[in-house]
């Protein structure tokens, strides 16, 4: 019962922390606030961290610099993931508090702007270069000052003359083709904040209509919005088809909602009120524009055939439906019937047919639908096999990690940063070199410390160090990343430690350190661990000679089941 307790209270917070990021990336940082708070509470640290950011900037709650520390010190020493990115900002922190720094600090999820002393958006030298190419035309960088423009007018009014530079880089951008700006144009009819510092007129039509376009552009907040007007009757005549419609072209461009998990399908942008359409009215309404031609409905019908939600399980109609919106480009789609194909387990395995679809989805930039390819061209599968087009593909993959840093890394980009690791140190399809390949693998290790539950593969990494497997054997980076490894909970690198460390193999003997990574696998539950406890107690090894304790841990062993604690006991002449 108490598993299923901490379950719920994982699932719970993971799914505040996620409303929380959504309410984050919209700038609805009140509401953001509240979600990390609670995730955080519940023991959720990526939401610590950023709430964290929120006391930093003062965003949704009133800034406080000392609370930013207090919680960035917090997950720096959880030592899960962001603590490396948390250990960075107590940096910044202290250098702000010693007078030395002025608070510049690049957000994970906001541009580049001054929060500190007071200073505006135009006073950065990157503003001002942007603010030249503006005036020269570049819709780049219309694009950049316009939306600095509206965040400094989000938070501290308008400053004369920006509101009309402003406006009149969004319509350029608009009559561009700019969604982003088109659903920006739309606020100035209907945002209070915005027609209160005396840009634009209210004029809820007006309003309604550049959010359609921004909509039909793919802006997801325009799509979010004109979805919420429609469904409510507010500011337009209600209409919950067409809301249902923007609704499902928003979370097909989120994180949000994973369109195979059906019972969540109809939540709008957060649970509060409840579901907005039943899943059986989402079938329905999924199925009436399936039938239109939507590529996204389309691909959302293919789950409910393919897991048997409000019609009868199928998995060849399942197909055709992800077919159909993988044939008009549709990423997801792509990759699911790549996916399908290559598992065999819904559909008959297709291995040309599986490297046909991940070929496409890769085209379009999927991390992982790229390392199957490289995996393709590795073994021969579906494709005749080709070492430099796998190394090609395993690079796209493993180089997506360059991309976006505000955005959570692919997690299967280290997979591709190993492979090519293991390419450099075998000199297959790039000339060999373990220099190069260390490299890849660092990059791996780097990339697996973002993620959670990663001990296993970080030991992977230790263990190609240690034994020379894939990599030139080097002894100091494989401690290194067995001790990753065990901060990750794997109990294998717990014990490699441990042993190595007492026996004084590779590194320099130290009980104290091997009594500490003992302690830590007889707290996971691993009997011979606490045997060995109970005889560095007897034995003052790394700790002080304590029998009392020594046979308290080796009795707990002994009724474990442990052979050697029964025989150590009647060595001891003790029950």
């Known amino acids: 019962m108490k598993s299923n307790n901490t379950n719920n209270q994982k699932t719970k917070a993971e799914e505040l922390y996620k409303q929380g990021w959504l309410f984050h990336c919209r700038r609805k940082y009140e509401s953001a606030a509240k979600c990390y708070k609670e995730a955080a509470e519940l023991g959720y640290t990526t939401a610590l961290y950023y709430l964290a950011l929120l006391y930093y900037e003062g965003k949704g709650v009133e800034k406080d610099l000392v609370e930013a520390a207090k919680c960035f010190e917090a997950v720096a020493k959880a030592g899960e993931k962001l603590s490396e990115e948390a250990k960075l900002r107590l940096e910044s922190l202290a250098d702000i508090d010693s007078g030395k720094g002025i608070g510049i600090v690049g957000t994970d999820l906001d541009d580049w702007i001054v929060v500190g002393a007071g200073f505006g958006p135009q006073d950065t030298e990157e503003y001002r270069k942007m603010w030249a190419l503006a005036d020269q035309g570049d819709l780049e960088a219309q694009r950049y000052v316009a939306d600095t423009i509206w965040l400094h007018i989000e938070e501290n009014g308008c400053p004369d003359g920006d509101g009309e530079t402003m406006l009149r880089y969004l319509r350029n951008l608009a009559d561009h083709g700019d969604a982003w700006a088109q659903c920006k144009i739309a606020e100035t009819y209907i945002n209070d904040t915005i027609v209160?510092?005396?840009?634009?007129?209210?004029?809820?039509?007006?309003?309604?209509?550049?959010?359609?376009k921004a909509a039909q552009g793919g802006d997801s907040e325009a799509q979010y919005l004109l979805s919420g007007f429609l469904y409510r009757g507010d500011r337009v005549k209600q209409d919950k088809e067409e809301a249902f419609y923007w609704w499902m072209h928003y979370i097909e461009t989120t994180d949000y909602l994973d369109k195979s998990d059906l019972d969540r399908i109809g939540y709008p942008y957060t649970y509060e009120d409840g579901k907005w359409w039943t899943t059986k009215e989402a079938f329905r309404l999924f199925k009436k524009y399936a039938?239109?031609?939507?590529?996204?409905?389309?691909?959302?019908l293919g789950f409910f055939y393919l897991d048997g939600q409000c019609v009868r399980k199928n998995h060849d109609t399942a197909v055709k439906w992800f077919t159909k919106a993988a044939e008009q480009g549709h990423e997801e789609s792509q990759f699911k019937l790549g996916e399908l194909y290559y598992q065999g387990v819904k559909v008959e395995q297709n291995k040309e047919e599986a490297f046909k679809w991940y070929r496409k989805s890769a085209e379009q930039g999927r991390a992982l639908s790229q390392y199957m390819l490289g995996e393709f061209y590795t073994k021969g599968e579906g494709v005749a096999q080709n070492d430099q087009e796998a190394v090609k593909w395993y690079r796209k993959s493993a180089r997506q990690t360059d991309k976006d840093l505000w955005r959570m890394i692919p997690k299967d980009a280290w997979r591709a940063c190993k492979r090519l690791g293991l390419r450099y140190h075998e000199g297959k399809g790039v000339k060999q070199?373990?220099?190069?390949?260390?490299r890849?693998?660092?990059k791996a290790g780097r990339i697996l410390l973002t993620l959670p539950e990663t001990g296993a593969e970080l030991r992977d990494i230790a263990d190609g160090y240690f034994f020379g497997d894939g990599i030139g054997q080097n002894y100091q980076q494989a401690i290194k990343w067995y001790k990753k490894a065990a901060?990750?909970?794997d109990l294998y690198a717990m014990r490699q430690l441990a042993e190595l460390y007492e026996q004084g193999v590779v590194v320099t003997q130290d009980n104290k350190e091997a009594y500490k990574w003992y302690?830590?696998?007889?707290?996971?539950g691993e009997i011979d661990a606490q045997y060995k406890t109970g005889l560095f107690y007897l034995e003052g090894k790394g700790v002080k000679p304590n029998k009392k304790k020594a046979l308290a841990k080796i009795r707990k062993a002994a009724s474990f089941g442990s052979k050697e604690a029964k025989e150590k006991l009647l060595e001891l002449g003790e029950k």
């Open 433 to 438: 070199s373990d220099v190069i390949a260390a």
């Open 440 to 442: 890849w693998y660092e």
């Open 291 to 300: 039938e239109q031609g939507d590529p996204v409905a389309q691909h959302c």
């Open 196 to 212: 209160g510092v005396g840009i634009g007129d209210l004029d809820d039509q007006e309003g309604i209509k550049w959010y359609r």
């Open 519 to 524: 302690a830590q696998l007889a707290s996971r």
């Open 487 to 489: 901060q990750f909970g």
